[in-house]
C-alpha cells in the first residue's frame, strides 16, 4: 500500500515530465519554436535536464505534505502519515525505491532515442544508458536528502543548487574527475575506446549512499 | 501497571531550551475516556506527540500498554493498537474518501469492516468523494472513521471537535462515547473545550505550563473539591491564603472565595477561626477547578 501511495503522491510529474519528453519528438513548431531547436537545446542540455527531473521525482516526501499548507506549525498530513503503524525507514525507502525507478525509467526512455541517433550501438549504448541512471541517482539522492529537511520548494531550490555546484566543480580538476555530470557525457562515450566515466559512476554512487545514509540519520533523529 | 493503557514517569521536553513538559506522570486506566485539558500551549499537543513518538523527550518514560516505548520497533508496535486524529485533521488530498479507506485497512490485521460500514453511514461519508472537497467537520469524521474501525484499544485524539459545528461536534461526542461503550476502547483526548469533557469524560488530566495540576477520576474531583465562600466584616484577612486544605484563594474586599480540597469540614473549621460574618460551601464545577488552577501566574 506504501507503493500505492507513492505513486499516487508521484504519477503527476512523471506524466508531466514523460509529455515534456514525448513533446521534443513531435514534429512541427512549438509555441513558434521549431521542434528541431528543441530537440537541438534537449541534446546538449540533456545532463541538466535529467538532474531536474530527478529532483522533480525526489519531491512529494513526507516533508512535502507540510508545503502548501496554512503557515508556520502546519504538519500536512504528514502527522497521519507518521501516526501510522511503519518505521520511519521504511516510508523513506519505499518512497525513495519509487521515485528511483521512475527516474531511471524516464531516463532510459529519453536516452534510448539519444542513443540511436549518435549510433552508439547496442553495447556502448546499453552502457550509457546505464551510466545515465547511475549518475542521476547523485542528483535525485541530494533531492531526496533537501526532501527529508525541508518543504517542497526549498526541496527543489536546495537540490538545484547542488546540481549547480556540481556543474561549478567541473572546472576543478580534482573534483571533475569523479563529477556525477561527467557520467552524462554522449560524445564521450561515443569518442572513447573503452568505458571512459569509471570515476564518475564510482563518484555519483558515493554521493547517492552518502545522501540516503544522511537520510535516514536525519529522520531517525528529526521531531516532527 | 498493566491496567494502564498509558503511563509517563517524569516526561521532560524542552524546545530551544524552554521547557515545554516539566516532568508529566500521566496514568490512564484500561477503558476510561480521560480528557487531556490544558490552555493553548500548555503542552497537551507535545505530550500527545510524545506519546505517538513523533517526538523524542528529554528525560523521563513513556509505556503504552505496559509496554516501555523507547524505540521505533517499540513505537511502531504500539501505533498498531492506537488510533490517532490530529489537531489539524488533513489527509491526503490526492485519495478520495474509498482509497483513504482502503489505503489504511492492510495496516491493521484488526480492522473492523462492520464498524467502517456502521461509520459510513452514520457519518454519510461518500466513498467516491475527492478528499480535499470534504468540509471540515467531514474530513474529521473520515478521521474518526479510520481511528475506529482499525479495532484500536486506544484512541488518541487531540482537539477531536475544534472547528466543527455543534451538530457535528454531538455526533461524533456520541461516537466516541458509544465505542467506549461498546468495545472498551480507552480514549486519551485533548480538548479545551470543558463542557465536552464534562459531557464524556470520567477522567480529568489538567496541564498548564508543562506541569500536571489535576489528575483523577471526575466524580472523585468534583467529590474531593469545594468551593468556600468567605464574607467578612471588613477586609477578608490575608491569612485565609495559607489556610491547609486550600488549593487557591481570591478575594475581593470582604469576600475570600477558596478552592479547597481533601478533609473539606477540616478546612472549614479553620475558616471558622478567621471569624467571617458567613460561610458558604458549594460543590465545584470542571470549568471553576480550570479556571482556579490555570488562572495563577
Same mark, same amino acid.
Given at each position: 500500500?506504501?507503493?500505492?501511495?507513492?505513486?499516487?503522491?508521484?504519477?503527476?510529474?512523471?506524466?508531466? =515530465?514523460?509529455?515534456?519528453?514525448?513533446? /521534443?519528438? &513531435?514534429? @512541427?513548431?512549438? $509555441?513558434?519554436?521549431?521542434? *528541431?531547436?528543441?530537440?537541438?537545446?534537449?541534446?546538449?542540455?540533456?545532463?541538466?535536464?535529467?538532474?531536474?527531473?530527478?529532483?522533480?521525482?525526489?519531491?512529494?516526501?513526507?516533508?512535502?505534505?507540510?508545503?502548501?499548507?496554512?503557515?508556520?506549525?502546519?504538519?500536512?498530513?504528514?502527522?497521519?502519515?507518521?501516526?501510522?503503524?511503519?518505521?520511519?525507514?521504511?516510508?523513506?525507502?519505499?518512497?525513495?525505491?519509487?521515485?528511483?525507478?521512475?527516474?531511471?525509467?524516464?531516463?532510459?526512455?529519453?536516452?534510448?532515442?539519444?542513443?540511436?541517433?549518435?549510433? =552508439?550501438?547496442?553495447?556502448?549504448?546499453? /552502457?550509457? &544508458?546505464? @551510466?545515465?541512471? $547511475?549518475?542521476?541517482?547523485? *542528483?535525485?539522492?541530494?533531492?531526496?536528502?533537501?526532501?527529508?529537511?525541508?518543504?517542497?520548494?526549498?526541496?527543489?531550490?536546495?537540490?538545484?543548487?547542488?546540481?549547480?555546484?556540481?556543474?561549478?566543480?567541473?572546472?576543478?580538476?580534482?573534483?571533475?574527475?569523479?563529477?556525477?555530470?561527467?557520467?552524462?557525457?554522449?560524445?564521450?562515450?561515443?569518442?572513447?575506446?573503452?568505458?571512459?566515466?569509471?570515476?564518475?559512476?564510482?563518484?555519483?554512487?558515493?554521493?547517492?549512499?552518502?545522501?540516503?545514509?544522511?537520510?535516514?540519520?536525519?529522520?531517525?533523529?528529526?521531531?516532527? | 501497571?498493566?491496567?494502564?493503557?498509558?503511563?509517563?514517569?517524569?516526561?521532560?521536553?524542552?524546545?530551544?531550551?524552554?521547557?515545554?513538559?516539566?516532568?508529566?506522570?500521566?496514568?490512564?486506566?484500561?477503558?476510561?475516556?480521560?480528557?487531556?485539558?490544558?490552555?493553548?500551549?500548555?503542552?497537551?499537543?507535545?505530550?500527545?506527540?510524545?506519546?505517538?513518538?513523533?517526538?523524542?523527550?528529554?528525560?523521563?518514560?513513556?509505556?503504552?500498554?505496559?509496554?516501555?516505548?523507547?524505540?521505533?520497533?517499540?513505537?511502531?508496535?504500539?501505533?498498531?493498537?492506537?488510533?490517532?486524529?490530529?489537531?489539524?485533521?488533513?489527509?491526503?488530498?490526492?485519495?478520495?474518501?474509498?482509497?483513504?479507506?482502503?489505503?489504511?485497512?492492510?495496516?491493521?490485521?484488526?480492522?473492523?469492516?462492520?464498524?467502517?460500514?456502521?461509520?459510513?453511514?452514520?457519518?454519510?461519508?461518500?466513498?467516491?468523494?475527492?478528499?480535499?472537497?470534504?468540509?471540515?467537520?467531514?474530513?474529521?469524521?473520515?478521521?474518526?472513521?479510520?481511528?475506529?474501525?482499525?479495532?484500536?484499544?486506544?484512541?488518541?485524539?487531540?482537539?477531536?471537535?475544534?472547528?466543527?459545528?455543534?451538530?457535528?461536534?454531538?455526533?461524533?461526542?456520541?461516537?466516541?462515547?458509544?465505542?467506549?461503550?461498546?468495545?472498551?476502547?480507552?480514549?486519551?483526548?485533548?480538548?479545551?473545550?470543558?463542557?465536552?469533557?464534562?459531557?464524556?469524560?470520567?477522567?480529568?488530566?489538567?496541564?498548564?505550563?508543562?506541569?500536571?495540576?489535576?489528575?483523577?477520576?471526575?466524580?472523585?474531583?468534583?467529590?474531593?473539591?469545594?468551593?468556600?465562600?468567605?464574607?467578612?466584616?471588613?477586609?477578608?484577612?490575608?491569612?485565609?491564603?495559607?489556610?491547609?486544605?486550600?488549593?487557591?484563594?481570591?478575594?475581593?474586599?470582604?469576600?475570600?472565595?477558596?478552592?479547597?480540597?481533601?478533609?473539606?469540614?477540616?478546612?472549614?473549621?479553620?475558616?471558622?477561626?478567621?471569624?467571617?460574618?458567613?460561610?458558604?460551601?458549594?460543590?465545584?464545577?470542571?470549568?471553576?477547578?480550570?479556571?482556579?488552577?490555570?488562572?495563577?501566574?
Amino acid at each position: 500500500m506504501l507503493l500505492w501511495k507513492a505513486w499516487m503522491e508521484t504519477r503527476w510529474r512523471l506524466v508531466f =515530465l514523460v509529455a515534456c519528453f514525448a513533446l /521534443l519528438w &513531435v514534429e @512541427g513548431p512549438l $509555441v513558434g519554436v521549431p521542434m *528541431a531547436k528543441l530537440r537541438a537545446a534537449f541534446i546538449l542540455q540533456y545532463a541538466t535536464v535529467w538532474g531536474f527531473a530527478a529532483t522533480m521525482l525526489a519531491g512529494a516526501g513526507l516533508n512535502s505534505q507540510t508545503t502548501w499548507g496554512m503557515g508556520a506549525g502546519y504538519h500536512g498530513s504528514m502527522l497521519f502519515t507518521l501516526s501510522l503503524p511503519v518505521a520511519r525507514r521504511k516510508l523513506f525507502a519505499v518512497r525513495a525505491l519509487t521515485g528511483a525507478a521512475e527516474t531511471c525509467a524516464l531516463i532510459i526512455a529519453s536516452a534510448l532515442p539519444l542513443v540511436f541517433f549518435a549510433g =552508439l550501438g547496442w553495447a556502448k549504448g546499453s /552502457l550509457y &544508458v546505464a @551510466g545515465a541512471c $547511475v549518475c542521476s541517482m547523485a *542528483a535525485y539522492a541530494v533531492s531526496a536528502l533537501f526532501a527529508c529537511v525541508t518543504g517542497e520548494m526549498w526541496q527543489l531550490y536546495g537540490s538545484w543548487g547542488a546540481i549547480g555546484l556540481l556543474g561549478l566543480s567541473l572546472r576543478y580538476p580534482p573534483l571533475a574527475r569523479f563529477n556525477p555530470l561527467r557520467g552524462f557525457s554522449l560524445s564521450a562515450y561515443a569518442a572513447a575506446a573503452q568505458f571512459p566515466w569509471r570515476d564518475a559512476w564510482i563518484g555519483s554512487a558515493l554521493l547517492a549512499a552518502l545522501c540516503c545514509f544522511a537520510a535516514v540519520k536525519i529522520l531517525d533523529r528529526k521531531e516532527y | 501497571m498493566n491496567d494502564l493503557v498509558i503511563r509517563t514517569r517524569a516526561l521532560r521536553k524542552s524546545y530551544d531550551g524552554a521547557l515545554a513538559l516539566r516532568g508529566i506522570d500521566l496514568a490512564v486506566p484500561r477503558g476510561s475516556i480521560c480528557g487531556f485539558l490544558g490552555r493553548n500551549g500548555a503542552g497537551k499537543t507535545t505530550t500527545v506527540k510524545l506519546l505517538l513518538n513523533l517526538l523524542r523527550p528529554d528525560a523521563g518514560n513513556i509505556f503504552l500498554f505496559g509496554e516501555l516505548v523507547d524505540t521505533e520497533a517499540s513505537a511502531v508496535a504500539a501505533r498498531r493498537r492506537i488510533g490517532f486524529v490530529s489537531e489539524e485533521k488533513q489527509l491526503y488530498p490526492y485519495m478520495t474518501v474509498g482509497q483513504t479507506i482502503r489505503f489504511i485497512r492492510p495496516f491493521f490485521p484488526g480492522w473492523r469492516r462492520d464498524l467502517e460500514a456502521k461509520y459510513l453511514e452514520v457519518f454519510q461519508l461518500p466513498e467516491s468523494k475527492p478528499v480535499p472537497k470534504l468540509s471540515k467537520g467531514m474530513r474529521t469524521q473520515l478521521m474518526l472513521l479510520l481511528a475506529l474501525s482499525r479495532g484500536a484499544e486506544l484512541l488518541i485524539l487531540d482537539e477531536p471537535t475544534d472547528g466543527l459545528d455543534p451538530a457535528v461536534t454531538e455526533e461524533v461526542l456520541q461516537a466516541l462515547v458509544g465505542l467506549a461503550a461498546a468495545e472498551g476502547t480507552t480514549i486519551f483526548f485533548s480538548s479545551h473545550h470543558l463542557a465536552e469533557v464534562e459531557q464524556i469524560a470520567d477522567r480529568v488530566c489538567l496541564i498548564d505550563r508543562g506541569q500536571l495540576v489535576i489528575e483523577g477520576a471526575l466524580d472523585d474531583l468534583k467529590t474531593e473539591y469545594r468551593r468556600i465562600l468567605l464574607v467578612f466584616s471588613g477586609e477578608a484577612p490575608a491569612a485565609v491564603a495559607s489556610l491547609v486544605g486550600v488549593d487557591h484563594v481570591r478575594t475581593r474586599g470582604r469576600t475570600a472565595s477558596l478552592l479547597a480540597h481533601g478533609d473539606i469540614d477540616a478546612t472549614l473549621d479553620r475558616a471558622r477561626q478567621l471569624r467571617p460574618e458567613s460561610v458558604e460551601v458549594h460543590p465545584v464545577t470542571l470549568k471553576e477547578l480550570f479556571l482556579d488552577h490555570v488562572k495563577e501566574a
